[in-house]
Nanobody, 127 residues
Framework: QVQLVESGGGSVQAGGSLRLFCAASGDTISSRYMGWFRQAPGKEREGCAVIYTSNGVTNYADSVKGRFIISRDNAKNTVYLQMNSLKPEDTAVYYC????????????????????WGQGTQVTVSS
């Protein structure tokens, strides 16, 4: 069992930056797919980014590519999401998720593929 706790959310003006943290406990994040998802009010939960912790390979949603960076520190059992050039449409609750086992590149953003979830952290971007 992996427990995930997100932090780092807050309020920021458009164009600003935030760094989200996902601290894992109970088991290692090594050899797992670690994803960041977000859910805005009235919308479906969508994948933002994923990283395979063994080799650092990443994937991003088109909506955040070039602005967000996912990274991990296996020794600290922590995954990060650096969010730059934030826009009002980035406003959402951001969730960290973990999956064990193979995940094909085309399905990384499918929330049903992930076994463990954190409680989420709110990000609000004002114009």
């Amino acid at each position: 069992q992996v427990q995930l706790v997100e932090s780092g959310g807050g309020s920021v003006q458009a164009g600003g930056s935030l760094r989200l943290f996902c601290a894992a406990s109970g088991d290692t994040i090594s050899s797992r797919y670690m994803g960041w998802f977000r859910q805005a009010p009235g919308k479906e939960r969508e994948g933002c980014a994923v990283i395979y912790t063994s080799n650092g390979v990443t994937n991003y949603a088109d909506s955040v590519k070039g602005r967000f960076i996912i990274s991990r520190d296996n020794a600290k059992n922590t995954v990060y999401l650096q969010m730059n050039s934030l826009k009002p449409e980035d406003t959402a609750v951001y969730y960290c998720a973990a999956r064990s086992g193979y995940l094909s590149g085309g399905t990384w953003s499918d929330k049903m593929k992930y076994n463990y979830w954190g409680q989420g952290t709110q990000v609000t971007v004002s114009s």
